[in-house]
């Protein structure tokens, strides 16, 4: 299960973004994680891995907020 690997690993990251890119950079791989993850969601219908997409659209969330900026 690497996309599991590789989505545990992105959620224990430490999610300091210095530039714009980097922001960008993350959003997609997350989104793209999530995505992979659902794949695999829609076989097996593990409540583990809805927990785990779950946890990742939160960090995907924030990461976007802070790409939109403030008001």
């Known amino acids: 299960m690497e996309i599991i690997d590789k989505a545990l690993e992105f959620e224990q990251r430490k999610h300091t973004f210095k530039t714009t890119s980097e922001r960008i950079e993350s959003s997609r791989e997350v989104k793209n994680l999530i995505l992979a993850l659902n794949d695999l969601y829609k076989k097996d219908k ?5 927990e785990l997409m779950k946890r990742l659209t939160v960090i995907k969330q924030k990461i976007e907020k802070r790409l939109k900026g403030r008001p």
């Not at 593990?46 to 809805?50: C, N």
């Open 46 to 50: 593990d409540p583990e891995l809805m």
